[in-house]
């Protein structure tokens, strides 16, 4: 088991910048693979990056690509979304999500355990 706690989000505008975390607590964070999804209102929620515990690389969503940065400190427990030149539509509820799995880390089903969610709002 595993528990997840986001926080970080926040109201920014246009072009700027935010740092989500997510803190584990339970089993050691660093067997797990770890996932950001995001939700805007009255969409799916849609995959935004993950990092695997099998080669420790990030991968992005091509929407978030060249802008978002995740990086994970397992001594610390915690994963971080660097999230820079933000833009209106990545408005959403950003969530944090562990997976036991390597596999099909773009898709919600791979994951176990979810965060409760932190809020972002850019604002134009």
């Known amino acids: 088991q595993v528990q997840l706690v986001e926080s970080g989000g926040g109201l920014v505008q246009a072009g700027g910048s935010l740092r989500l975390s997510c803190a584990a607590s339970g089993r050691t964070f660093s067997s797990y693979s770890v996932g950001w999804f995001r939700q805007a209102p009255e969409k799916e929620r849609e995959f935004v990056a993950f990092?695997?515990?099998?080669?420790?690389?990030?991968y992005y969503a091509d929407s978030v690509k060249g802008r978002f940065t995740f990086s994970r400190d397992n001594a610390k427990n915690t994963v971080y979304l660097q999230m820079n030149s933000l833009m209106p539509e990545d408005t959403a509820v950003y969530y944090c999500a562990a997976a036991t799995t390597w596999r099909n880390l773009a898709k919600e089903y791979s994951y176990s355990y979810w965060g409760q969610g932190t809020q972002v709002t850019v604002s134009s």
């Open positions: 990092i695997s515990w099998r080669d420790g690389q990030p």
